[in-house]
Nanobody, 121 residues
């Protein structure tokens, strides 16, 4: 069974917004850093955001700063990615994954199945 489940993707017009959710099964997300990644056909996987476990410090790729916000709701065992002012080039499958801390960029595990985000008019 997949330990992380992404949801919230869909079709949105350019400039629109979506909120993605990453829910854990079998472990508590507050003990881990959770990263959001995206991958479009023909492109390499890109890390777009991450939130650490202890202090909830965050990371954002330069391309999404000011538009995306990552947050954690420990009571729901869920990490969210609020995405505003979406661009067509951000069409991709979005994944979440866990690591010990955000700086361990090659140590992410427990990948979810992904949720499709399509930005198109």
């Amino acid at each position: 069974q997949v330990p992380l489940v992404e949801s919230g993707g869909g079709l949105v017009q350019p400039g629109g917004s979506l909120r993605l959710s990453c829910a854990a099964s079998g472990f508590t997300l507050d003990a881990y850093a959770i990263g959001w990644f995206r991958q479009a056909p023909g492109n390499e996987r890109e890390r777009v955001s991450c939130i650490n476990s202890l202090d909830s410090s965050t990371y954002y790729a330069d391309s999404v700063k000011g538009r995306f916000t990552i947050s954690r709701d420990n009571s729901k065992n869920t990490v969210y990615l609020q995405m505003n002012n979406l661009r067509p080039e951000e069409t991709a499958v979005y994944y979440c994954a866990a690591a010990l801390e955000c700086r361990d960029i090659r140590a992410f595990h427990s990948w979810g199945q992904g949720t499709q985000v399509t930005v198109s008019s």
